[in-house]
């Protein structure tokens, strides 16, 4: 009997997951999607997709399907998804371990203003109409619409559906990982002022901030939300260590 994985992804992080334990005989895991994107990265791994219906439905996920362990790989802004993993964990004796890669750290050159949310930093733009790229997600995309003297331009993987936007917007699509040197095309081309950006860590998104940095751009950061986690690592080769740790003897 191999040892049953619920992966909860939507990262870089979890598909590379997937793809270091694909064919291991000693796991059996299943990569699970929130399914907001139509085309997902396609998985070496069984896969699922939707919601599971609060925590209740992530209870009842783990029971049906006996799962043994669960990686929370998801994003670090997809907060609450992480805060019903831990209490489902925790109702259903499940061990949990937190893929949560680090933060990024400004450097010497770096202009970032710190904001707690996104509401503050549609206010942090001011008053004066800047052109402002957006470095967020769709859902992310209608708080700017409070501060609708600015030019955005927004880059994401699919185009937003009826949700409130920013009057004046320019939408890019696009899925990274992105250089430098097309970042600073596209904010040089785009006569950007100001960067919006998560603090998303890692290295696909990463190329805007050096771009800014070459720029001498401003960003406003954005704070991470507080994310509830279970046994916290920070790479792919200690959550293999630790499901390798799980596998029953003899398997
Ligand atoms: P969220 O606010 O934490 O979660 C909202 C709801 O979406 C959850 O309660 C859950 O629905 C469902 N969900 C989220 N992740 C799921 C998963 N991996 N599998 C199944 N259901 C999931 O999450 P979010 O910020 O909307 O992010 C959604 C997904 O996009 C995540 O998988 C995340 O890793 C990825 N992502 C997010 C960001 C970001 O900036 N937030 C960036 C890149 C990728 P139920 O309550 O019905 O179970």
Avoid at 12 to 39: F, M, Q, V, W, Y
Avoid at 231 to 241: A, I, P, Q, W
Wanted: charged residues 20%.
């Amino acid at each position: 009997m191999s040892l049953r994985v619920l992966i909860l992804g939507g990262t870089t992080e979890a598909s590379a997951l997937a793809r270091h334990i694909a064919g291991d005989a000693r796991l059996a895991p299943i990569l699970s999607l929130a399914g907001r994107t139509s085309n997902p990265t396609a998985q070496p791994i069984a896969m699922r997709s939707g919601g599971f219906g609060g925590i209740a439905g992530l209870v009842g996920f783990l029971r049906d399907n006996a799962i043994e362990a669960v990686v929370d790989a998801t994003h670090p802004y997809a907060d609450q998804m992480s805060r019903h993993a831990v209490t489902a964990c925790h109702e259903t004796g499940t061990p949990l371990a937190s893929l949560l890669r680090p933060e990024w750290q400004p450097f010497a050159g770096d202009r970032w203003q710190a904001v707690p949310d996104f509401a503050a930093a549609a206010q942090a733009l001011g008053a004066t109409p800047r052109r402002v790229f957006l470095s967020l997600g769709r859902q992310e995309l209608p708080v700017f619409a409070a501060a609708p003297q600015h030019r955005y331009i927004a880059r994401l993987i699919e185009r937003p559906d009826g949700t409130r936007l920013p009057p004046d917007l320019k939408l890019v699509q696009a899925r990274g990982p992105f250089d430098i040197e097309a970042e600073r095309q596209l904010l040089t081309g785009e006569k950007i002022e100001v960067v919006v950006s998560k603090n998303a860590g890692g290295t696909a998104t990463y190329a805007k901030i050096e771009a800014a940095r070459a720029l001498a751009l401003p960003v406003v950061m954005i704070a991470r939300p507080h994310k509830p986690t279970g046994h916290l690592m920070t790479g792919v080769e200690d959550v293999v260590r630790w499901l390798h740790g799980r596998i029953p003897r003899g398997v």
